[in-house]
């Protein structure tokens, strides 16, 4: 009787569907939607190299993000969707930095700034 009642249980619970996925967003750039853009410290020159780099090195919510280097330049999502990919160009060094954000903590989980 035990053994019909676990077989039960584990046929029931292996049909059950999986939870769905969160669907993974990914924010805005500056020239799609460029109502949104506003002053942050970054954009005004508050924050020096430096500066970036150890706020960066915090690994910050991707809001935090947003509201202190505003929305990139461009945007990426990996085949994966493990990883997003946020570019800030940098028109002094003409070259792209890279911000990455991990979809699954939402927070920083790399970057390359120079």
Same mark, same amino acid.
């Not at 853009?37 to 960066?56: A, H, N, P, R």
């Not at 570019?87 to 979809?103: A, G, K, M, P, V």
């Given at each position: 009787?035990? #053994?019909?009642? *676990?077989? #039960? +249980?584990?046929?029931?619970?292996?049909?059950?569907?999986?939870?769905?996925?969160?669907?993974?967003?990914?924010?805005?750039?500056?020239?799609?939607?460029? @109502?949104?853009?506003? @002053?942050? *410290?970054?954009?005004?020159?508050?924050?020096?190299?430096?500066?970036?780099?150890?706020?960066?090195?915090?690994?910050?919510? @991707? !809001?935090?993000? /947003? @509201?202190?280097? +505003?929305?990139?330049?461009?945007? &990426?999502?990996?085949?994966?969707? %493990?990883?997003?990919?946020?570019?800030?160009? /940098?028109?002094?060094?003409?070259?792209? %930095?890279? #911000?990455? #954000?991990?979809?699954k903590t939402d927070s920083? !989980? +790399?970057?390359? &700034?120079?």
């Amino acid at each position: 009787m035990d #053994i019909r009642l *676990l077989l #039960i +249980g584990l046929f029931l619970f292996s049909c059950a569907t999986p939870p769905q996925p969160k669907p993974v967003v990914v924010p805005p750039t500056r020239k799609t939607n460029p @109502e949104l853009v506003q @002053e942050t *410290l970054f954009s005004k020159g508050y924050m020096t190299g430096f500066d970036i780099w150890e706020f960066l090195r915090e690994r910050p919510a @991707e !809001s935090d993000v /947003i @509201e202190t280097m +505003g929305f990139p330049d461009s945007t &990426w999502l990996d085949d994966g969707e %493990n990883t997003k990919f946020l570019y800030y160009f /940098i028109s002094e060094l003409q070259d792209y %930095n890279i #911000i990455e #954000i991990s979809t699954k903590t939402d927070s920083v !989980s +790399g970057f390359e &700034w120079d």
